[in-house]
Each structure stands twice: as structure tokens, then as C-alpha cells.
């Protein structure tokens, strides 16, 4: 682990104006040519994180402290015109729904030509060409065809297949994708992480993957950050993590994963309780009012980051080295 990360989230905090933190404080970094995946329940700041990396943050949102790091360049002070000239080409972005990212009265391979024609110096010629090499790329059938279709015209998967030839067709260092696969169904998801898998060894992309799905966090993450509440609960390697979920939450959440292997009886297992609302004032840990093992303590302060080991974190008193031992 001695490479320089690609991106490094520091302490990252956003809310509202009124000082309302909607993500408090999250730290953490990607190496090149990996995979990490933010996971949490709905509401858990981890689309407001992803839009903070991409210079999309809504008006409403505020970047109040903290830093984010690509490639070492401060990315909070960046001006809307410097913005411009990162998304789409160092930073390559995937949504969730890909209908309402495309533009509905425009052909689909003209909306690629048009990102190739933004970023790069191309002829209309050569960036077509490009174009409909993008959509072999990302597997489109009869793609010289499929150029010339709006996106109604195709399935969903094609319309997501579309997207990511868009987001990497100026070959970006990073991709991004919140909940790429939520609206597909789950053989088409399957395709669409394989085929994001393909790209990014074929590219050495490091991608930050964000989802609710533990299922494909198992698939395709080499680093697992789990938010809760606007706030990092536990992080680590995939492996370690999913095995050996060191924070109630993380094994609440673990719990709650349908599995073939669980009968049919308590495959609905959910964690207790409401997700928490963002508040001004909050003392302690967001989880507290859900978790089964929570102390005094868990609700009157805020657990700091205890490291396990130089990879992994759990921000909870019940750590070994935290206030609820000994
Ligand atoms: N534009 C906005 N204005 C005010 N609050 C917002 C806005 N967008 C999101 N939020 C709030 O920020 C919190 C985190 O949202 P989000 O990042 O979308 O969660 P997730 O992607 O994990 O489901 C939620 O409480 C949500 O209601
Ligand atoms: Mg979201």
C-alpha cells in the first residue's frame, strides 16, 4: 500500500446553511486501480459524498469543511470552470437511472460524440467512429445501428451501457457510480458489474461504487467504507470486513442481506428502528437509537475512528481499544 491514492476524502463535512451536517466528517482514500464501495442504508449521505467529488453538490448543500484529494489536487476550491474540465473527463460519472441522465430527444450515440467532441480535439468523423467503437466496447449489439436510437428505444441495461461508454469514452482516471445497477434487474445487474469490472482492469480505473446492495459490494469491492448517518461507521478491505463486520451497524446490516442460504422466514430481517434524520445537535453515535449493544456512553459522545490495523476502522465505544471496555 505505498502507492500515492488516487483520491483521498479528508474530514469531509456538508449540510445546510443553518449548519444542519448531512455528511460529518468522512475520511477516506482510494488507491489506483481499485474498486471502493461506499454502502448504507437510503439516506445515509452517500450520493451527497459522491456529488461532493464531482462538483454536483445541490444548491441547498454546503461544502463547510474538509478536503478531497485527486491525484493530490485540491478538488473544494475548484471554480464551476474547472469543474467542467474534470467531469466527464478525469472523473467519468454513472447514476442510477440512466433515463434521466440522458437527454430523451437526442440519438444515443450522438450524446457519446458529443462528450468525445467537449474533451477532445476530434473531427465529427473521428469522434464518431470513436463513438460507435465505445458502444462495441461496452457490448451494445449492432452498434453502427444503435447509434442512431433514442434512449426509449433501448432496455434499461442497454440505456446503462450507453451511460458508461459516456463516462469513460475520454478515458478518466475515475469513475463514479451511485447505485448503477439499482433499477435493473438482477441478471442485468450482474452483466453491468461485470462489464464495469472488465472496463476498469482493462483501464486501471480506480471507481468508487456506491450502493445499498451488500450483494454486489461482495462482487466487485477491494475497500468497503459503511456510512450511517451522514458519518463513516466502519471501513476496511472487503474481504475482512464482510467476514469479520467489526460495528453493529455493519452486522446489522450484514444480517439483513437476503441470502439463498438463510431460510425463506427470515430472509426480511431488517435493523430495528428508523434511519436517523439529520439533526443540528446530536451527541454521540447516529446509530445509538438502533443498536442492541449501546451504552450510556454511545449517546453522549461521538466515537472517534478506532484503528485496528493500518486498513481498517470501526468508529464504535465497543472497540476493543474504546471507552466501552475496561
Ligand atoms: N438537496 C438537498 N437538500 C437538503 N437535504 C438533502 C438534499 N439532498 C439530500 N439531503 C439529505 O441528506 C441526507 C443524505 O442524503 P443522500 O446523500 O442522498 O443519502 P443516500 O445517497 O445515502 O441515500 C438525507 O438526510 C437527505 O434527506
Ligand atoms: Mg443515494
Same mark, same amino acid.
Given at each position: 500500500m505505498s502507492a500515492a491514492p488516487l483520491l483521498q476524502v479528508q474530514q469531509m463535512q456538508l449540510g445546510l446553511a443553518?449548519?444542519?451536517?448531512?455528511?460529518?466528517g468522512v475520511s477516506w482514500s482510494l488507491q489506483p486501480g481499485q474498486t471502493l464501495a461506499v454502502v448504507g442504508?437510503?439516506?445515509?449521505?452517500k450520493s451527497l459524498s459522491a456529488m461532493a467529488l464531482m462538483g454536483l453538490l445541490p444548491a441547498a448543500v454546503h461544502w463547510h469543511s474538509g478536503q478531497a484529494l485527486l491525484q493530490g489536487q485540491p478538488?473544494?476550491?475548484?471554480s464551476p470552470a474547472q469543474w467542467r474540465q474534470l467531469q466527464g473527463r478525469r472523473i467519468g460519472m454513472v447514476f442510477q437511472e440512466p433515463m434521466t441522465s440522458l437527454?430523451?430527444?437526442?440519438r444515443v450515440g450522438e450524446q457519446v460524440v458529443e462528450v468525445l467532441r467537449c474533451h477532445l480535439a476530434m473531427t465529427p468523423r473521428q469522434a464518431r467512429e470513436r463513438a460507435v467503437e465505445l458502444l462495441e466496447g461496452v457490448q451494445i449489439p449492432e452498434p453502427g445501428r444503435r447509434f442512431a436510437h433514442y434512449p426509449h428505444q433501448l432496455s434499461g441495461g442497454q440505456r446503462q451501457r450507453v451511460m458508461i461508454a459516456m463516462a469513460l469514452a475520454c478515458d478518466p482516471v475515475l469513475l463514479l457510480a451511485d447505485?448503477?445497477?439499482?433499477? +435493473?434487474d438482477v441478471t442485468v445487474q450482474a452483466d453491468i458489474l461485470q462489464l464495469m469490472a472488465e472496463q476498469q482492469k482493462r483501464r486501471g480505473l480506480g471507481v468508487v461504487l456506491i450502493t445499498h446492495d451488500l450483494g454486489v459490494v461482495a462482487q466487485v469491492a477491494d475497500h468497503v467504507v459503511v456510512m450511517y448517518g451522514g458519518q463513516v461507521m466502519e471501513q476496511g478491505p472487503a474481504a475482512q470486513l464482510l467476514s469479520a463486520p467489526g460495528h453493529p451497524y455493519t452486522q446489522g446490516l450484514l444480517r439483513a442481506r437476503p441470502s439463498a442460504h438463510r431460510p425463506r422466514s427470515e430472509r426480511l430481517q431488517e435493523i430495528p428502528g428508523l434511519v436517523a434524520a439529520p439533526s443540528r445537535q446530536r451527541a454521540g453515535c447516529p446509530f445509538a437509537p438502533r443498536c442492541a449493544s449501546a451504552l450510556p456512553l454511545c449517546t453522549q459522545q461521538r466515537p472517534p475512528?478506532?484503528? +485496528?490495523?493500518?486498513q481498517r476502522s470501526s468508529s464504535c465505544w465497543l472497540h476493543p481499544s474504546g471507552g466501552g471496555h475496561g
Open positions: 443553518d449548519g444542519t451536517p448531512l455528511v460529518d442504508e437510503s439516506g445515509s449521505g478538488l473544494r476550491e475548484l437527454n430523451p430527444v437526442m447505485e448503477p445497477t439499482t433499477a +435493473l475512528a478506532f484503528e +485496528l490495523d493500518a
